[in-house]
């Protein structure tokens, strides 16, 4: 199996243009016109293994997660979901109570933030546990803020505060749909992204998508609680701040000063991600996250 | 893990009434209000051993398959295909010329229905290849099908041959979206359903949600020429067609006379589902289909 990013990048060469799709693969939802306002829709896959351990973690832990990681899909983006259909790729020995329960973790955590499961899929197979949840969004009044949007001058920000998330945060988010919503009807948001792969990993793809660069300031960066509890590590505070992923915060840019979340940096010219310490700069360079259950 | 219909059965006394859900799951697709005609979504996965074999199929010939099943779940509600989002479960250990392949496969299958892929989530795991296709359909100008309208004296019908699909069809078909189309258009079509599970359980899927019965004419039931080159088994030709599944063509009821499709029976008042044949009737057991790689 090949780098993921790699693969996007070849999949989207092959795409076609049409006047329905307004925005294609490539950001954290697509969105399609011809319905009144924008619709928006994208899938999100989580794997046993991979991004939870169904030895370790709850049904309705799991079913949780699937469900609030599309539901940050529709915060980076500042849409409100309408829906969501679901499919479940479930071992033949989990018993009836562990798919009940999972569902269970799905539904009540979309109906929290207003989204329904309005169809799905289920298979019993020789394989492991995988979950599915594909999500429709509406953009209801406000532009989605894509990963496209950020100019050099503007402002970095994020919200909460990142790192070890490893420790249950990453089971356990509010995805910032409410936070969304209220930043794009107070400020100027002019690119998000919610933190899925770490800061670094998140903040290239913004970079990358707009044509600019960056430079991040360390001393700013908010390292949350969690990161003096982890095992000690090979990384220090800030780097588990900056690459250890599944925060589900957001992250996005403003010419704005916006006293709501952490103004950690700002938009430059160029392609360079760089990070402010010590007085010198040295190139952030996008690690993402790997978990180790 | 336990049976899949049993646990639909379940999650539907768990939904929540909506304004914006017309029809929740429990049909081939979710269809959804507030979107100018009617906007309608459904998800499918394919599993590895279960739906395919990826030590014998070829990666194109596996994403045309994860494609085509979600058209022909347009082609039973008679709605155009709108977009598709994927998300992918790839081994660690598939080459990316797999994955690229696979993608083909399904990009091709749908741009030749006008359906364009617009999202997806790519992952690797130490697990097996899975693939889950989410749909979005729009109604043009036609009502949706549903299987819920079936009346007392609607004639039956079925598109095309069935059974034997085992030997190649299931992993290479033509999903039935214009014949659908031609269908609704030409005559009234009261409940419709693409037969992926077998004649004999997706139309107990229809008499159930329409609440009534009917007589399958044994005589009537069209018999694939694939059938014949099956290994000997302990199945006869007839049953076959009855049972195999992954025919995928459509099953619909229609009060009219219907030339471009094969009457094989009626609907009938009451519940029971009954293969008249030599003269006398008996039950007609859903069978369902069973692979066997």
């Known amino acids: 199996m090949p780098n993921e990013f790699d693969f996007i990048d070849w999949v989207r060469t092959r795409q076609s243009p049409s006047d329905r799709v307004i925005l294609p693969a490539g950001d954290d939802l697509a969105i399609l016109s011809g319905v009144p306002d924008a619709l928006l829709v994208g899938i999100d896959q989580i794997l046993d293994g991979v991004h939870f351990d169904s030895a370790t973690h709850s ?61 799905g899929d289920t ?21 989605p803020v894509r990963r496209s949007g950020a100019h050099a001058g503007d402002l970095v920000y994020v919200t909460g505060a990142l790192g070890g998330s490893i420790l249950a945060r990453h089971m356990d988010f509010t995805p910032r749909i409410d936070e969304a919503r209220a930043l794009v009807s107070a400020h100027r948001i002019t690119a998000m992204i919610d933190l899925s792969d770490g800061l670094s990993r998140d903040l290239a793809h913004i970079c990358r998508e707009s044509g600019v660069g960056a430079v991040i300031d360390a001393d700013s960066v ?12 090979n990384r220090t505070p800030l780097e588990h701040a900056l690459h250890d992923g599944e925060d589900y915060e957001l992250c996005f840019t403003s010419p704005d000063e916006v006293p709501s979340a952490t103004r950690i940096g700002r938009i430059v ?11 010198r700069k040295s190139p952030l360079v996008p690690l993402g996250f790997e978990h180790a259950f």
């Open 269 to 279: 010219s160029g392609h360079e991600i760089m990070l402010a310490q010590h007085g």
């Open 123 to 143: 298979g019993a197979w020789a394989g492991k546990l995988a979950i599915s949840v594909a999500i429709l969004g509406r953009s209801d009044g406000v532009t």
């Open 59 to 119: 049904p309705a832990a799991i079913g949780r997660k699937a469900m609030n990681r599309n539901l940050s899909d529709c915060a980076a983006m500042a849409c409100l979901p309408l829906a969501a259909v679901v499919s479940l790729a479930m071992p033949r020995d989990l018993p009836a109570t562990f798919a009940k329960e999972l569902y269970e973790g799905m539904r009540t955590a979309g109906e929290k933030l207003g989204c329904a499961i309005v169809g």
């Open 222 to 233: 908010p390292v949350h609680a969690d990161v003096a509890r982890l095992p000690a590590s």
